[in-house]
């Protein structure tokens, strides 16, 4: 069973964990087009001086450490009857594919 999951944060890490808990023959496949694991739910501790950025920044073994992979690449398209995800760099088939991209801080002023 391949399955992909866009959004590398808080939902994809738990989704991949799940999946290789109830399946731990499944195919995982993260795609995130950060290049760091943020935990963005914490921004509001990191905006109101309570916690520290480098907190929010999580290893990557919170995701390969199940024997996930992860893909630092931005998900542009999704093809549903061919099945495949595509990024800027390649393409990535499914049977099963879950979107978990999180939150996006937001500045009116940008």
Avoid: Q
């Amino acid at each position: 069973m391949k399955v992909v999951i866009i959004g590398a944060g808080a939902g994809g890490i738990v989704t991949s964990h799940v999946i290789k808990k109830i399946r731990p023959d499944a195919d995982i496949t993260v795609i995130g087009k950060e290049k760091s694991i943020f935990i963005r739910c914490s921004s509001p501790y990191v905006l109101a001086g309570i916690d520290s950025l480098g907190k929010c920044k999580k290893p990557e073994s919170m995701i390969t450490g199940t024997g996930a992979r992860l893909i630092h690449d931005e998900a542009l398209s999704v093809d549903v009857k061919s099945r495949t995800v595509r990024t800027k760099k390649e393409s990535f088939r499914y049977d099963h594919l879950v979107f978990r991209p999180g939150e996006c801080l937001y500045d009116k002023n940008s």
